[in-house]
Structure formats: structure tokens, C-alpha cells
């Protein structure tokens, strides 16, 4: 069975979800993420990046990622997949986001 690892940034985080199925979606220039997989939380110790991961994705069945914020996707072993987690970005780190707006409707073009 083959899982993936998609890793990709949202609101100046960078977000790390696990799913069974990704693949180029329906809507132009999105990646679609579907069957979202969360690691079952058996010991008394939580992450609670994971814990809000899940909560925010809980009730989602498939979701749409904008390819520009896909950092990268890996397909891994079954038993290589961890937890999700979300990562503050410091300023010292080497992930820059790609530019939100490439074009500005309030600039008129100049003639």
C-alpha cells in the first residue's frame, strides 16, 4: 500500500500530512490530498502539533493544496510514516515561501 508523505507551507508554517492517495488535481494548480492518515495516539505522552494537525483536518475528506506551497512529496514505506506535525518557521530557516500574488488587481498596467 503505498502512502505519502506531502510537506508544504500554510500560513507562514510548514504543514507535514501523511495520506493514502495524492495526485494533480481537478482545479489548475492544485495538488488534491485524499484518505488523510493520522497516527493513533496509544501512549499517555501527546504531540500537540499532531493533536492540531488532526484537529484541523478532522471531517476533511479530500483537500487542495496550491502546487506553489508544496514544499515536496514523498511516497514511503507503510511503516515509515510517523505523526503529522506542524513546524513554526524561524528566521533562520532555509524554506522561503514562494510569492502569495503574482498579480496585484489594485496596479493598473502602464501604457
Not at 500537540?48 to 483537500?63: I, N
Not at 512529496?73 to 511503516?79: L, M, P, R
Request: no cysteine; net charge negative; charged share 30%.
Amino acid at each position: 500500500m503505498r502512502i505519502y508523505k506531502v510537506v508544504f507551507l500554510n500560513q507562514g508554517k510548514v504543514y507535514e500530512i501523511f495520506a493514502r492517495t495524492v495526485r494533480q488535481g481537478e482545479l489548475y494548480g492544485f495538488v488534491e490530498i485524499e484518505d488523510l492518515i493520522f497516527q493513533e495516539t496509544s501512549s499517555v505522552v501527546v504531540d500537540p502539533s499532531a493533536e492540531k494537525l488532526k484537529e484541523e483536518f478532522s471531517g476533511v475528506h479530500r483537500t487542495r493544496i496550491p502546487i506553489h506551497a508544496v514544499i515536496r512529496i514523498d511516497e514511503v514505506e507503510k511503516k515509515e510514516h510517523g505523526p503529522g506535525k506542524i513546524i513554526e518557521i524561524d528566521s533562520n530557516s532555509n524554506i522561503t515561501p514562494f510569492p502569495n500574488h503574482l498579480f496585484d488587481p489594485k496596479k493598473t498596467p502602464e501604457k
